[in-house]
């Protein structure tokens, strides 16, 4: 078994550990606290990661455990209110107690969703996170978000969960397709703008090796971004000051996904580069930034032959449909669209939108 790295989220009687590691996946019972106290275990995965990693069901979780086992289909569809109903009723059927635990092995989309399932599950059953993409390593297995989206917009309906453990094994991502770990990326590139220029400039000179997976720098940039994480969640847990910094590029970016449907015309990571790109482009606007930082996240993404515009995805956006979805973003408060944006990389900043005719002006000249 390869070296293993552990992050602490500190959240009190919710603290837990976040372990990181090359082939982990294949014990998991050594990274679940008191696991022969849960009457039973049902492991929940998608369709697309039961097939592609059949050795960790079959083989590895059988080896260890027994369980039951519930299968979704992939994608952002399931983060709804139909598959919501859908895993509960499946849960329920199954005569589960509150001593059973709920292990998620999946990608972001997949652990949102059953995070949600389990706060509300006889008023909430204990999970297990094994994210396996790199979007849900480095991000949205981390820090107890759960949620299902709306006609309106991304995770507007959801709840504050904490996982028991977070258990990042990097030798499930080699099932990925390039453009997913591309995907991922995104969210390690935000780590650093919103809160470290030397981790930024580490990924200028081994971001390519990280998107190649290999396993040094794949674990180094995976631990520090759950480092950065783990942290502002430890301070803010329930978003109610720094951790809206976390929202960086996403204001922006998730206007993206909830007009092109959650389709996979965008990938969540390629609409937060956008998101980023847009945050950085207005903050030279307002004058709080220089250019030489959009010059900087630029070319790196353009070493890294990754797209960072939204004439590059052939989507088209009228500025009146985009600010009027940017409103509906969970930020908002009196009426005022609320923005992360950038004063230098690792220097972010919140700021309330005054002038909406700025950012009107703004989005027609970004969007024509």
Known sequence: MSKLDICKVSLGINSYKIFIGKDIHRSITNYIS?????SSTIVISDKNIYEKNSLLFKKYLKKEIEFELIILPQGEKIKSFKYLEFIIEKILKLEIDRDTLLICI?????GDLVGLASSLVLRGLDFIQIPS??????????????????KYGKNLVGSFKQPKSVIISTDILKTLKKRDIKSGYAEILKYSFINDKKFFNWLVSN????ISLNTES???AIKKSCTIKSKIVSKDEKEKGMRELLNFGHTFGHVIESVTGYKDKIKHGEAIFI???????????????????????????????????????????SPERFLQHMKFDKKVKNSKIKLILIKDIGVPVRLFVEDEKLLSNFLKNELK
């Not at 008191?34 to 849960?38: C, E, G, M, Q, S």
């Not at 999946?106 to 997949?110: E, H, K, N, S």
């Open 34 to 38: 008191n696991y022969k106290t849960y």
């Open 106 to 110: 999946g990608g972001g989309v997949l």
């Open 275 to 317: 998101g980023m790109y847009l945050a950085i482009k207005f903050s030279i606007l307002l004058k709080i930034c220089k250019k030489d930082v959009l010059e900087k996240y630029s070319c790196h993404l353009k070493n890294l032959k990754i797209n960072h515009k939204l004439s590059s995805y052939n989507i088209k956006i």
């Open 133 to 150: 993409t790199l979007l849900a390593q480095v991000d949205s297995s981390v820090g107890g978000k759960t949620g299902i989206n709306s």
């Open 207 to 210: 971001g390519k090796k990280v």
């Open 218 to 220: 794949c674990i180094y």
